[in-house]
């Protein structure tokens, strides 16, 4: 089991920055990936940023050129910078790991959620206008 705990959610104004970070705990491997996602009551959950065991990474068309992934492989952290919030990056961020004994790496890191079979609590982020 593999257990993720998000923080670094808040309230910001639009143009402001966030850095979330997620810790994974338990039964971790060298073969990775990990995302972010983000849901807003009533919508589907959208993947933002993955990144894997190998450097690699993915983002949503959204928010491309402002939203940077990284890891700290010797901490188990990712994290998500925020740049340039929006109002409509207002959402519940969730972190989400595939971690599997016989992980084989999917060529870029996939945005969808039945790619990730762990997932965290989720951290509110609040843009305001």
């Known amino acids: 089991q593999v257990r993720l705990v998000e923080s670094g959610g808040s309230s910001v104004q639009a143009g402001g920055s966030l850095r979330l970070s997620c810790v994974a705990s338990?039964?971790?491997?060298?073969?990775?990936?990990m995302a972010w996602f983000r849901q807003v009551p009533g919508k589907e959950r959208e993947g933002v940023a993955a990144?894997?065991?190998?450097?690699?990474?993915s983002y949503a068309d959204s928010v491309k050129g402002r939203f940077t992934v990284s890891k700290d492989n010797a901490k188990n952290l990712l994290y998500l910078q925020m740049n340039s919030l929006r109002p409509e990056d207002t959402a519940t961020y969730y972190c989400?790991?595939?971690?599997?004994?016989?992980?084989?790496?999917?060529?870029?890191?996939?945005?969808?959620?039945?790619?990730?079979?762990?997932w965290g609590q989720g951290t509110q982020v609040t843009v305001s206008s």
């Open positions: 989400a790991a595939y971690m599997n004994r016989a992980y084989v790496a999917l060529i870029p890191p996939p945005l969808y959620s039945y790619a990730y079979n762990y």
């Open positions: 338990g039964d971790t491997y060298s073969g990775y990936r």
């Open positions: 990144i894997d065991s190998g450097g690699r990474t």
